[in-house]
């Protein structure tokens, strides 16, 4: 499931830090600014203790299952996929995108697994407090795994929390620099505030990577078409 749609009316009284740029592979496609990772959270932001529901205490992740073998054809496997993706013509690509989320949301490990699924299923039921905890543990515990940072981001976002939000997505970048749903989420939220330079390149950015996010093309035309009218 992705998080990527409505824009929401939310005033943010902190100031962000955007001096960053993204990690070299997605820079070679754009030169979208990022904060910092360690950007100051919001006065409202969970610092220590997470939100809500209390998580459970879970041991560092364990070892990953797959062994190097299988996680060299995984990657393999991506590269493949990530080619079929920006395919423009034809129907494969939705397939590549299911089987690419598929792998992404796949730690290793069973027990950051569930985590991941109860953050989810948080998210899901509309109870971003519950979420924040359980993928705070996650990050905690499993800090490689880019998806639990963008699960956690989009979280923060829903809370109106976008110091944290923008920073969890720079860390997903830092892991998996293809990562097309992260970047599409930072343009949603430059966009609502005010940054449209920095939304643009963030859904190009996107868009090369999956030309196919309705979404993101979407944003681009109604940002060309603000542009157009402020050129007027």
Do not use: C
């Not at 809500?52 to 560092?60: I, L, N, R």
């Not at 290793?108 to 905890?133: I, P, Q």
């Not at 981001?153 to 620099?177: C, H, T, W």
């Amino acid at each position: 499931m992705r998080w990527l749609g409505p824009h929401y009316q939310i005033a943010v009284a902190t100031a962000l830090s955007l001096g960053l740029t993204l990690p070299l592979a997605v820079h070679a496609q754009s030169d979208v600014p990022l904060p910092a990772p360690d950007a100051p959270f919001s006065e409202d932001a969970p610092q220590g203790e997470p939100q809500g529901e209390t998580a459970p205490e879970f041991a560092p992740a364990e070892p990953s299952e797959p062994t190097a073998e299988a996680r060299l054809r995984e990657r393999e496997d991506l590269d493949m996929l990530f080619t079929e993706l920006a395919q423009t013509g034809g129907e494969t690509w939705a397939r590549a995108e299911t089987d690419i989320l598929r792998i992404w949301s796949r730690s290793g490990s069973a027990t950051m697994d569930l985590l991941y699924k109860r953050g989810e299923a948080a998210l899901d039921a509309g109870d971003t407090e519950a979420a924040v905890g359980h993928l705070t543990a996650l990050t905690d515990h499993a800090p490689d795994f880019a998806a639990g940072w963008y699960l956690r981001g989009v979280a923060f976002y829903l809370q109106g929390n976008f110091g944290p939000a923008i920073s969890d997505m720079a860390e997903v970048l830092k892991r998996e620099p293809r990562h097309f749903a992260a970047l599409t989420q930072l343009g949603t939220m430059f966009e609502e505030l005010g940054d449209d330079a920095r939304a643009m390149k963030a859904y190009r950015a996107s868009l090369k990577i999956h030309p196919h996010q309705e979404d993101a093309a979407d944003a681009v035309k109604r940002l060309e078409e603000k542009t157009k009218g402020t050129d007027a």
